[in-house]
């Protein structure tokens, strides 16, 4: 049974530049979360996606936008990196139960 | 929402030691976990522990729901159990998907 996938593993972009990563859920998993963890930080919660909409967002900006697929698979957008999106993203998934599980996530920089 | 706060931020252990991490929330919660993050950035799940007691192995966990904190114990450590362990519990009970992390406890255990 695969778990949570993320890809690419590392990413490295400019500023300006725009990046999507991508997850695929554990299998039976119907929600997808996206996480930005900050070097020495807990990760902090940026949207999760629901039957191919995005249900709940924290606060990030409308740079950061999202996608669901049919096979709930989900993107992650970031348009106009800045510097300070440089960060590990995580993916998490869960299907009606309370655990969630997470991915190896991906590791951005932007130069 | 719900503020999450661990301690200690730091530890060291000599191989074979005991440790008590601690996560203390300020709201009620239906739902909290402990993550082990390795090295590499991966978050493993340890417990699902909303109120009472497990054990895994090595490792138990007690959340006491009414006092608003929850102890992860870890015992006879080995070299890896090193890295960071948050504890998580969601925004709202109405936003499982959400979750508040802690800023971890980062845990050395020397050989």
């Known amino acids: 049974d695969a778990g949570v996938t993320q890809s690419p593993t590392h990413l490295i972009k400019t500023r300006g530049q725009q990046v999507t990563l991508r997850c695929s859920p554990k299998s039976g998993h119907d929600t997808v979360s996206w996480y930005q963890q900050a070097l020495g930080q807990g990760p902090q919660f940026i949207f999760q996606y629901y039957e191919e909409e995005e249900r709940q967002r924290g606060n990030f900006p409308d740079r950061f936008s999202g996608h669901q697929f049919p096979n709930y698979s989900s993107e992650l957008n970031v348009n106009a990196l800045l510097l300070g999106d440089s960060a590990l993203y995580l993916c998490a998934s869960r299907s009606s139960g309370h655990t969630q599980y997470f991915g190896p996530g991906t590791r951005l920089t932007v130069l | 929402g719900i503020q999450v706060e661990q301690s200690p931020p730091d530890l060291i252990l000599q191989e074979g030691a005991n440790s008590t991490l601690r996560c203390n929330f300020s709201d009620s919660v239906n739902n909290l976990q402990w993550f082990h993050q390795n090295p590499w950035g991966q978050l493993i799940n340890l417990f699902y522990?909303?109120?009472g007691t497990k054990q895994n192995g090595r490792l138990s966990a007690t959340t006491v729901a009414t006092e608003r904190y929850s102890l992860l114990y870890i015992s006879s450590s080995q070299t890896t159990d090193s890295g960071v362990y948050f504890c998580?519990?969601?925004?709202?009970?109405?936003?499982?998907?959400?979750?508040?992390f802690g800023k971890g406890t980062k845990l050395s255990v020397k050989p």
């Open positions: 998580a519990a969601p925004r709202s009970k109405g936003s499982q998907g959400n979750l508040i």
């Open positions: 522990i909303p109120s």
